[in-house]
């Protein structure tokens, strides 16, 4: 996204520029949905909904900021170039500070990883760790199908919601 963000200020053309505007808005929705849902994984229960309204109130703020910037500064290139600096510090941040989903994890059979970032979190949150292995291998948690986009699209149903999530 970073690089895509640098490229578009550089655009010789409009058809280049639509090309990686389009790439930079399928990109942005992809981490989008990706740092949603791993910041609900990280919140508990009870305070999903709260998290999930306070993260829409930072896109109306980002939205308004847009607005004000672009009054301001009326060249779309030093604009666009200014937009790639909350980018990069966002990328820096969750790569440096943001842990992997501990689900995702037991999911894929990196229990030992998911295992150490329970624990990290746990001793910050001052909650006691059990033996995470014991209930993953009961719940059967490795014994997760695969699939491909492909059998997504085979149901009428997947293939109904999955294409109205995405370009709606």
Known sequence: MLIFSIVLAFSPHIIFFVIVRFLLGVFCMGAMASSFCLGMEMVGPSWRVFAGVVVEYFWIAGSLLLLLLGYFIRY???LQLLFA??????????????????????????????????????????VQLYDIKIIVSKKGGNDVPSGTLWSVMKSPVLRRQTLNITLC
């Open 76 to 78: 779309w290139k030093t």
């Open 85 to 126: 600096i909350p980018t990069a510090l966002t990328t820096l941040i969750y790569l440096k500070f943001i842990p992997e989903s501990p689900k995702w994890l037991f999911v894929t059979n990196k229990t030992e990883e998911g295992h150490k970032i329970l624990k990290k979190i746990a001793s910050s949150n001052g």
